[in-house]
């Protein structure tokens, strides 16, 4: 997507920890390359994300719906498919949405997931231009893939 990351590991924010089966396994059997796990590392922590409740931040947050949760995750998993860089941040908002962020060296990148049928990017380049995008759901699946 953007090329190489500047972030070894992806920065999960706004998530109580989750306790997954440990054999679990969210790409199903063989062995991982580092890409692949940065992204199953993005997975387990969404999947965390489902246990959240309103007010989990204690400033009033709304908790995501648990579909947004699922779309989120599907997402996921359609981006390490397509070889997407793993993201620097996805997490929770206190709207009860889903981000997803990218930080590439001049450009920022984000995916907000607003409910199972919808998302929406924004991408603000280096010069300083801002480009917005809403997609529906699946739609939005593959277009946005490839922003």
């Not at 090329?3 to 679990?24: F, K, M």
């Not at 359609?78 to 070889?83: F, M, R, T, V, Y």
């Not at 590439?104 to 010069?127: H, L, N, Q, R, V």
Request: charge should be negative; proline fraction near 5%; charged fraction near 20%.
């Amino acid at each position: 997507m953007f090329g190489a990351s500047v972030l070894d590991q992806p920065r999960i924010e706004y998530c109580q920890s989750a306790t997954p089966s440990s054999e679990l396994s969210v790409f199903g059997s063989g062995s991982l390359g580092q890409f692949e796990r940065e992204w199953q590392n993005v997975i387990q922590s969404l999947q965390g994300l489902a246990y959240l409740e309103d007010d989990w931040d204690g400033a009033g947050s709304n908790a995501p719906d648990w579909l947004v949760v699922e779309t989120a995750i599907e997402v996921a998993r359609l981006c390490c498919k397509l070889k997407n860089e793993v993201p620097g941040r996805a997490c929770a908002t206190p709207a009860g949405t889903i981000l997803f962020a990218w930080y590439p060296a001049t450009t920022y990148c984000e995916w907000e997931i607003f409910s199972p049928t919808s998302i929406e990017s924004m991408i603000i380049k280096g010069d300083g231009s801002v480009e917005h995008a809403t997609y529906a759901l699946p739609a939005a699946t593959m277009r946005a893939m490839q922003i």
